[in-house]
């Protein structure tokens, strides 16, 4: 059996004059002895253009025929350990009418659902604090069991025990997401709400994983996600030696959006600069994202390639709803079957109604493919049909 990592021997302190800790050490093998020196296995290097396999699904949605979706975000529940400052879901973590936990028997039935109506892969994430919901594992095994792909975005707090059993073995993806590279940081910022929640029991966490997936010798890739503000950025290159230090695969970085502590566009600039050195600095870490912003100027029509479900079973075109929910919702799938809800007329009215100015209060990833897919499809003839 695999032995527990500690997490006093895992991150050990060096206290600056000032009382706070200036250096981390992760007492985890060095990447020669993993075998792991020169990867291979990188994150794919032009995932955007990943988008470029949904061709057939855009034509489709081009000619105003609803495609089956490949992709779902499930929000298994609105509850979560810590206070993140940049969270757009301080409400629902507190409100009595959303503050909740999908029930076991409709995260099940939706799953299938899910799986019947053409969804390939689901990532799981919130909203909440995903692995709070006591049936994941059981959940994960399953969906393994049947063919669907397995993503999940974490706080990696509950990364442990049967949860990450199985997630070694059933995941595509897990990442972390770790927003500071000290205690103190931490805590300024992610706010745990539980002894469970801090970082070192994170880190503690993530290396169990790791050991766990070398031991076992399964394909799941493991990454930190960085949300960089006014506050943490400043520990950006200790997060990149942190990742390096637990053995991730990768580490990603994206900036706090509609909150106070936004970083201004001087910061902005420093981050970005800072990361095209640290990407040369240390080739051993796949580093990606950045704090640029890509606007919309059309309204978005590839919302049908993926759908979002919260824990109260409404049914979203995509996981920006949080100031929308009225216009991006197309129902609920707990009282109305999902596929009706899919291919009503309702749905279409709901992506009609997209505004790109809304679009723009976040950082979303379907601004780069609504660009890509207009290059291909709308600007010029990409001649899919041949080889």
């Not at 301080?90 to 009595?96: A, P």
């Not at 103190?184 to 766990?212: G, H």
């Amino acid at each position: 059996m695999m032995a527990k990592a500690n997490p006093e021997s895992i991150v050990e302190r060096e206290e600056g004059g000032n009382g706070r800790s200036d250096a981390f050490r992760v007492d985890l093998p060095d990447a020669e002895s993993r075998g792991e020196a020169a990867r291979d296995s990188r994150v794919f290097d032009t995932l955007q253009t990943r988008i470029l396999t949904h061709w057939p699904e855009a034509r489709m949605i081009r000619d105003r025929v609803m495609p089956a979706p490949r992709t779902a975000i499930v929000y298994p529940t609105y509850v979560c350990n810590q206070d993140c400052l940049w969270c757009e879901y301080n409400y629902e973590n507190t409100s009595r009418e959303t503050k909740g936990i999908m029930s076991k028997e409709n995260l099940f039935k939706l799953i299938d659902d899910l799986r019947a109506l053409g969804v390939q892969g689901v990532e799981f994430c919130g909203g909440g604090e995903p692995t709070l919901h006591p049936n994941l594992a059981e959940l994960v095994r399953d969906m393994k069991s049947k063919g669907t792909s397995v993503g999940l975005l974490t706080n990696g707090t509950k990364l442990k025990g049967e949860l990450a059993s199985a997630l070694v073995d059933c995941a595509s993806y897990v990442r972390v997401g770790f927003d500071g590279a000290s205690p103190e940081m931490v805590d300024q910022v992610k706010r745990p709400r539980t002894p469970e929640a801090r970082f070192e029991a994170v880190c503690a966490n993530i290396a169990d994983m790791l050991a766990l997936r070398r031991e076992r010798g399964t394909g799941v890739k493991i990454s930190v996600k960085v949300v960089l503000d006014q506050n943490n950025f400043i520990e950006l290159e200790d997060c990149v030696k942190l990742a390096i230090r637990l053995g991730v695969d990768s580490i990603q970085f994206k900036a706090a959006r509609l909150v106070d502590s936004e970083l201004t566009q001087e910061q902005c600039d420093h981050v970005d600069s800072l990361l095209s050195e640290l990407r040369v600095r240390y080739p051993e870490m796949v580093i990606v994202g950045g704090t640029e912003k890509i606007n919309m100027t059309t309204r978005c029509w590839l919302t049908p390639l993926q759908l979002t479900v919260d824990p109260l079973g409404e049914v979203y075109l995509c996981c920006y709803y949080r100031h929308r929910k009225d216009k991006h919702s197309i129902g609920n799938c707990f009282s109305t079957p999902l596929r009706d809800l899919w291919y009503s007329e309702n749905h279409w009215r709901a992506i009609d109604g997209i505004k790109p100015h809304e679009c723009n209060n976040l950082d979303c990833r379907f601004v780069k493919y609504n660009q890509i897919m207009d290059e291909v499809m709308v600007h010029n003839d990409a001649q899919f049909e041949f080889i």
